[in-house]
């Protein structure tokens, strides 16, 4: 999968999902871009945004777009709060579609 890292996800999650290939919206040339503008640029170019942004789901409108949203829920996005998640972030990259939001972590039900 390919894999765009959101802002406010840790960089050091990058290493943790190597065997997917994974790029930080720096490395993109997206920075500072709102959440509506980098789902746009992302589309064609990545399959999954990755992200800790628990709004993306009710402020974007997701049903129908070719990139998947994955949401991290989280204590914080501390890097230390972030790290047990990875293995559910990695299960879901396993099977997740376009146009599906998909959330793991301490407040996924």
Same mark, same amino acid.
């Given at each position: 999968?390919?894999?765009? +890292?959101d802002e406010c996800v840790p960089r050091k999650v990058k290493s943790s999902l190597s065997m997917h290939e994974c790029t930080t919206v720096q490395e993109a040339g997206f920075g500072g871009k709102q959440n509506g503008?980098?789902?746009a640029? =992302?589309? #064609?170019?990545f399959d999954v945004f990755l992200t800790v942004d628990k709004g +993306?789901?009710?402020q974007q409108s997701l049903s129908g777009r070719p990139i998947a949203v994955l949401i991290i829920r989280a204590a914080s996005n501390d890097i230390d709060d972030i790290l047990p998640h990875v293995p559910d972030c990695i299960a =879901?990259?396993?099977? +997740?579609?376009? #146009?599906r939001v998909v959330v793991v972590g301490t407040s996924a039900q």
């Open positions: 999968m390919r894999v765009l +890292i503008d980098l789902l640029l =992302a589309e #064609g170019k +993306i789901q009710y =879901a990259l396993d099977s +997740i579609q376009p #146009g």
